[in-house]
């Protein structure tokens, strides 16, 4: 079962969950600190991602390979 890293929005407690995805899906996941389930999933396993496009990497798009995301807005 792997772990997962999560921050609470509403205490902005960084805390990692060793759980499952169905039990994610399902919201079973809740804040440590105040149980909260106003939580939003990090994602940190690609890599930094700085939300700009290095020059180094051929001229591909703009979206952000490093975290999969197409408008880097997650990563931040
Ligand atoms: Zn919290």
């Known amino acids: 079962m792997p772990n997962y890293d999560f ?4 205490c902005h407690k960084a805390f ?4 499952t995805i169905k039990e994610m899906e399902e919201g ?3 804040c440590v600190k105040c149980k909260s389930k106003n939580i939003k999933r990090i994602f ?3 890599g ?3 939300g700009k496009t290095s020059s180094s990497m051929s001229s591909s798009s703009s979206s952000c390979s490093p975290c999969s995301s197409g ?3 997650t990563c931040g």
Do not use: L, W
Request: aromatic share 4%.
């Open 71 to 73: 408008s880097c807005s």
């Open 7 to 10: 921050e609470c929005q509403d």
């Open 48 to 50: 930094v991602c700085t």
């Open 44 to 46: 940190n396993g690609f």
């Open 16 to 19: 990692e969950v060793r759980a």
């Open 28 to 30: 079973k996941i809740s």
